[in-house]
């Protein structure tokens, strides 16, 4: 772990380039530019707020705000937008720099970082617009926001785990990549993101103790709609996958490594 990490601190300019490459490639030939990053996030608010808060009029139980439900909302589908982007690419991330994995002196470890600071990128512009959107309407939940950070660090720590173990595999099964494509759907429908848990059957209910994005995106939501601190203890499974898979990831990633550059 020590090497991986001294490896990544000696890399962090490339990794800082690299994100920046990818950044401005994004909207190349584009008349606005870079104003498409604020524009699409804020327009995503915006349909979420007018929509669910003042035409459908949602509302969740107990909640009397009318800005409720599109707070639940977007905390929802924030916390998961990340957590989804950063595994659907990094299980291909081995695939799309074959070129770079088969030089010698090239530190693999970067990719997973790099992918991971793509999306952090995305996601800080996007929440940084949404925080906005909380202060305004004056929904800002106070301190507990920073609480916000350990699950963050969590939801990143799942994702890169997952994304190395499914990345590795992918790189000898391609069936692999194609088969999460179909699953993060289902997977999707199967967190309570767009719908409460409370509505579910307690048979149902109990089951989400074996999703760990639940708990995660029920903590943001916690945070940010009921001004409160996650459920700690329902973090626990959570965090527990996390680190199983960031160890399985970084085991299968060492020990493949030199067959995937031959696969590739």
């Known amino acids: 772990m020590s090497v991986m990490l001294r490896a990544l601190w000696h890399s962090r300019g490339f ?3 690299s994100v920046q490459r990818d950044f401005q490639a994004r909207y190349r030939n584009t008349m606005l530019g870079a104003a498409w990053t604020v524009l699409n996030p804020l327009a995503m608010i915006v349909v979420y707020t007018v929509i669910f808060s003042q035409v459908m009029q949602s509302k969740l139980p107990g909640e009397v705000s009318r800005f409720g439900y599109s707070i639940y909302l977007c905390a929802g589908i924030l916390s ?16 799309d720099n074959a070129n770079l994995l088969k030089k010698a002196n090239f530190p693999r470890i970067c990719l997973p970082a790099i992918v991971a600071s793509n999306a952090l990128v995305n996601f800080a512009i996007i929440f940084g617009l949404f925080t906005v959107f909380l202060l305004v309407s004056g929904q800002f939940p106070g301190a507990v926001f920073a609480l916000l950070l350990p699950l963050l660090v969590l939801e990143v720590a799942l994702a890169i785990g997952l994304g190395l ?18 699953f993060i759907q289902f997977w999707f429908w199967l967190t309570p993101v767009v719908y409460p848990a409370a509505i579910l059957p307690p048979a149902l209910r109990d089951l989400l103790v074996f999703n760990p994005m639940a708990a995660v995106t029920g903590g943001f939501q916690d945070v940010l709609l009921h001004d409160r601190a996650p459920d700690w203890a329902g973090l626990l499974p959570a965090t527990l996958c996390a680190l199983v898979l960031c160890v399985l990831g970084l085991r299968l990633f060492r020990k493949r490594a030199g067959e995937m550059v031959d696969e590739l």
Request: net charge neutral; hydrophobic share 60%.
């Open 15 to 17: 990794i800082g380039g």
């Open 80 to 95: 998961w937008g990340l957590f989804a982007e950063i595994v659907t690419r990094a299980q291909n991330m081995f695939i």
């Open 165 to 182: 173990v499914l990345g590795v595999l992918n790189v000898f099964f391609r069936d692999v990549g194609q088969f999460f494509q179909i």
